[in-house]
């Protein structure tokens, strides 16, 4: 499992592990989910976590099933219910969701770091130098069709949502992070009257003694 922070465009967290049960590792998932605010895409073909998150009313923590992917001719239908969730992991899908992992392990980024004068020098790398999962990195230098690679698949099944996101904001994952969304209610004279204590000793007019 692996958590993508979309403002920073980076790994957050991770999880590699095979609990006794697969209940255990659903409610790991949907822990990780409720604590990021974010949304689990999965391989649909694979029962059992559609289920265990229906039965604990949160299948909104898991990811609709991307429209782009229908438009692209990569899967041919959306489904409803359970099929509308997650991805079924077809060749074509998997194809183009390791191609999604090449062009982001490639993306340059661009870092700021300082020289003994201490002047900000500015500077580019691929992703692929901020990954610090050695045992990600081990399994797609092995990677063939014959092995099993879970990491890559779980990795697989991100890319796939990431590009979701691309094709929402048009390429910009922020998606207006630096926009202002106000209607200009906040200066409602309701509020200045009587909340501009807040953060001083001075009361609002409402407590006030009458006159």
Not at 21 to 50: P, Q
Request: hydrophobic fraction near 35%; glycine fraction near 6%; proline fraction near 5%.
């Amino acid at each position: 499992m692996f958590v993508l922070d979309l403002w920073t465009d980076t790994i957050a967290a991770e999880y590699t592990g095979r609990p006794p049960f697969a209940n255990d590792l659903y409610e790991l998932v949907r822990k990780t989910c409720m604590f990021y605010n974010a949304k689990c895409m999965y391989e649909n073909n694979l029962h059992g976590i559609f289920s265990y998150f229906s039965q604990h009313n949160c299948t909104y923590l898991l990811a609709d099933t991307p429209e782009y992917l229908k438009e692209r001719d990569l899967i041919k239908t959306i489904g409803t219910g359970n099929t509308s969730k997650g991805v079924r992991a077809g060749t074509s899908v998997i194809k183009y969701a390791f191609k999604l992992i090449r062009d982001w392990l490639m993306k340059p980024v661009t870092k700021i770091e300082h020289d003994a004068e201490g002047n900000e020098i500015e500077t580019s790398m691929p992703n692929l130098y901020r990954l610090r999962n050695r045992a990600l990195i081990k399994e797609m230098i092995v990677w063939n069709p014959n092995i099993n690679v879970d990491r890559i698949m779980s990795l697989a099944q991100l890319m796939l949502y990431r590009e979701e996101k691309m094709v929402l904001y048009h390429g910009d994952l922020q998606g207006g992070r630096n926009k202002t969304f106000s209607s200009g209610l906040e200066e409602d004279p309701y509020f200045t009257s009587n909340y501009r204590f807040i953060g001083t000793n001075k009361p609002p007019k409402w407590m006030h003694a009458p006159e």
